[in-house]
Nanobody
């Protein structure tokens, strides 16, 4: 019923920038919040940033001042602008959305994208 499509990953040099996008589509009634998680090889998945439909944001300490999360509610899309990238930012980045579908009658469910690879290397 709901699909999250991610884009924008790739290879970038340290200090460079990337912008990730995630668009939700399907039987969506409303989106309460969207966020980005990442998982590096051998490490647990961690929250990078999140944003509510009202614009409240939350960031991991490791990315504060470098990453910016934003959203376009009309397009059901969330963005992650990543600046001053470091090798330790290398990971698969996953989009997450908390969505009330047209059939959920008020219930909210989590949906996940398939992930996009971000590699920061010289």
């Amino acid at each position: 019923q709901v699909q999250l499509v991610e884009s924008g990953g790739g290879l970038v040099q340290p200090g460079g920038s990337l912008r990730l996008s995630c668009a939700a589509s399907g039987s969506i009634f409303s989106i309460n919040a969207m966020g980005w998680y990442r998982q590096a090889p051998g490490k647990q998945r961690e929250l990078v940033a999140s944003i509510t439909s009202g614009g409240n944001t939350n960031y991991a300490d490791s990315v504060k001042g470098r990453f910016t999360i934003s959203r376009d509610n009309a397009k059901n899309t969330v963005y992650l602008q990543m600046n001053s990238l470091k090798p330790e930012d290398t990971a698969v980045y996953y989009c997450n959305a908390r969505i009330r579908t047209t059939q959920s009658l008020g219930a909210i469910y989590d949906y996940w994208g398939q992930g996009t690879q971000v590699t920061v290397s010289s």
